[in-house]
């Protein structure tokens, strides 16, 4: 069984390094480590995901479906988070710097504040001041975001969809996939329970459309956003949706899943910055950073073809 801590940052630049290279003997020669620690941060990584990564044959330096679908990116992003930590070290002590950063309320409530630490301990000379943005922006609220960006009083900004602005730069950071999900198991068909939804909310929409036989039998009750559904259900058998990256939270961790009837979005969550011929170092240090831990939490979905 997977493990239900996210693999660690370590385990994974191992992985990274070693699926590129020609032996487990080739990647310690590389990272600077010997051979026994390359096979114990692979074996421990295997065993967070819960699946192989590399084929169990001496002979054969390969890579398993379920580490071909994990590779790819993974040692261009710790190559890029390496030089950036390199550019900071530089950086003296009279050179903090504050960055501006809007985000959803529930991205960093589930996943990012847990995680800020490592951050700071990188990089010590950064500092983050976060406000709240929704993370389904309605048409004011985007073009406050824009302006708000070009004027610089922010210095990037994270929500769902699309920013038609070609003043700024647009990353997708990753499609969110929604799933019911109650705190207690129930014997109560999933349609006679009481749901807590944002009815507004795109992922409502698309849950409505991709399970509409379901949905029509549902009895929901309106809420603002998911925080409120998440806090209005605790010890009860109601229902609501959450994104599935949110769920190796403590506080959700062993909630009930309702994965037959998930859904996935259209578009993308991203995040959003100035067009700039050169990012400020603290800006892309963070964006890296951002980008390395997702793809963190994003590996422990991996599973087996």
């Not at 602005?165 to 999900?181: E, G, H, I, M």
Request: aromatic residues 8%.
């Amino acid at each position: 069984m997977a493990s239900e801590k996210s693999p660690s940052l370590n385990a994974l630049r191992v992985f990274a390094f070693a699926a590129h290279a020609d032996s487990f003997k080739q990647a310690a020669q590389q990272l600077g480590v010997s051979q026994s620690n390359i096979t114990r941060q692979i074996q421990a990584l295997e065993e967070q995901l819960g699946t192989r990564l590399f084929q169990r044959d001496n002979r054969v330096h390969a890579l398993t479906p379920a580490g071909e679908a994990l590779a790819p990116d993974l040692l261009r992003l710790f190559k890029e988070l390496d030089r950036t930590v390199e550019r900071t070290r530089h950086i003296g002590d009279s050179e903090l710097t504050t960055l501006r950063i809007a985000l959803p309320e529930s991205l960093l409530r589930w996943w990012l504040s847990s995680r800020l630490a490592e951050f700071y301990a990188l990089y010590p000379h950064i500092q983050v001041q976060f406000n709240t943005v929704p993370l389904f922006p309605d048409a004011n609220e985007r073009a406050n975001i824009c302006a708000q960006l070009q004027h610089e009083q922010l210095d990037m900004a994270i929500h769902y969809g699309h920013l038609r602005d070609k003043a700024l730069k647009q990353v997708a950071l990753y499609t969110p996939t929604y799933v019911p999900v109650a705190p207690t198991q129930s014997d109560k068909a999933l349609a006679s329970r009481p749901w807590l939804i944002d009815v507004n909310a795109p992922y409502w929409r698309h849950f409505k459309k991709a399970q509409a036989h379901l949905a029509k039998q549902l009895k929901t009750r309106p809420v603002g956003n998911s925080n409120i559904a998440v806090d209005l259900i605790q010890g009860t058998d109601q229902i609501t949706l959450i994104d599935q990256l949110f769920l190796a939270h403590p506080q959700l961790r062993d909630y009930v899943k309702h994965t037959e009837y998930q859904v996935t979005l259209p578009e993308p969550v991203a995040l959003t910055l100035k067009q700039r011929q050169r990012q400020p170092v603290a800006l892309v240090a963070f964006v890296k950073w951002l980008e390395a831990r997702l793809a963190s939490s994003l590996a422990g979905n991996v599973r087996p073809s």
